[in-house]
């Protein structure tokens, strides 16, 4: 975790907050200055994320969604509640969202839900549509649970800006160079597509 002299970990999730960061809106500079020694702190090592998993009150509410036929997005739940939010999916056969791309082993799709993924931004030099395997495994898996093989693609924060950048030249994030001009020979294969 971390801002690990910012995130103290607390027992119960409902409990008072240690830190009063209510004017961070308003003035957001001065509100941190007053953490600064804080905000240098290393990580916290270990698992501090809501060790109870989902409240009482918050299985109520996930339940009363499924009732009323809401979208339920599991995907930005912390590590218990994903596992005990799955169980009760399970429990009632009800689909849900993977917006950030877990599909949880496969559990997503077998309910009948709905996720997406990207291309990544760096292939396996020398492999030939090697950056669109991620995209071929999860339709195989969506497929093995029975569902039309179609995969969503999403951008989270900020849209394009988080898309993937080069993987050639100097602004590239790959850590090996990438091939170049592999547009007409790897579109067609980035699915496993043969002319």
């Known amino acids: 975790m971390t801002f690990g ?3 103290v970990p607390r027992d119960t ?5 240690p830190h ?3 004017a961070f809106a308003q003035n957001p500079i001065i509100t941190l200055i007053s953490f600064i020694n804080q905000l240098q702190e290393p990580a916290l090592e270990g698992d501090y994320y809501q060790a109870t998993g989902l409240t009482e009150l918050g299985e109520t509410l996930l339940l009363e969604m499924m009732q009323r036929g809401m979208l339920v997005e599991v995907d930005h739940l912390p590590r218990r509640t994903f596992v005990r939010a799955y169980e ?6 009800y689909p849900a969202l993977g917006t950030h791309g877990n599909s949880n082993r496969g559990v997503l799709y077998d309910l009948g839900g709905v996720g997406n993924t990207g291309f990544g931004g760096c292939g396996t030099p020398g492999v030939v549509g090697g950056m669109g395997q991620r995209l071929r495994d ?12 179609a995969e969503g693609f999403g951008f989270d924060l900020n849209g ?5 950048r080069p993987g050639f030249g100097e602004d590239r ?3 090996q160079e990438q091939s170049r001009g592999c547009r007409s020979e790897c579109d ?3 699915l496993g597509i043969s002319e």
């Open 88 to 93: 009760l999916l399970v429990e009632n056969n």
């Open 160 to 164: 394009f800006a988080g898309g993937r």
């Open 20 to 22: 009063d960061m209510s």
């Open 188 to 190: 067609s294969s980035l």
């Open 13 to 17: 999730y409902d409990e008072a907050v």
């Open 173 to 175: 994030t790959c850590s």
């Open 5 to 7: 002299g910012i995130n």
């Open 138 to 149: 999860r339709i195989a898996e969506i497929a093995a649970a029975g569902a039309y093989p």
